[in-house]
């Protein structure tokens, strides 16, 4: 029982302990300061399409709760457009093509309503 007693009183020393330094523990200084968020540091190239390796390298960096938000969505925004103009150019090249592989109507040479004598 007694040492039933001494883990509970140790427990309360340790959560007072962590409560006054997380609060500031009364010594004017206030709260734990507010870290400063990270920043993209290499940031998807704005004077160019995307290629894969640009893909690659891009690392998005810890916040609190896992991502910035405004990170992921802003280059998420940026892929998207990206393969939407791809895709529409893809789908203009190919019906350009079709069309070229359109044969023509064959046109007769000879005058309607002639057969050919023998």
Same mark, same amino acid.
């Given at each position: ?55 690659? *390298? /891009?690392?998005?960096? &810890? %916040?609190? +709760?896992?991502? #910035?938000? $405004?990170?992921?969505?802003?280059? =998420?925004? *940026? /892929?998207?457009?990206? &393969? %939407?103009? +791809?895709?529409? #150019?893809? $789908?203009?090249?190919?019906?350009? =093509? ?21």
């Amino acid at each position: 029982m007694v040492m039933f007693l001494f883990l509970v009183i140790a427990l309360a020393v340790v959560v007072a302990a962590v409560t006054l330094a997380v609060v500031g523990g009364g010594e004017g200084t206030g709260p734990l300061p507010e870290a400063t968020p990270q920043r993209l540091h290499d940031p998807l190239p704005p004077d160019r399409p995307l290629h894969r390796s640009d893909i690659d *390298r /891009l690392r998005f960096p &810890l %916040a609190a +709760r896992g991502y #910035r938000m $405004a990170d992921v969505d802003d280059a =998420l925004n *940026r /892929l998207g457009a990206e &393969l %939407a103009e +791809r895709d529409a #150019r893809i $789908a203009q090249l190919e019906s350009d =093509l079709a069309g070229a592989r359109r044969p023509e109507p064959h046109v007769s040479m000879e005058k309607p309503g002639r057969e050919e004598q023998r």
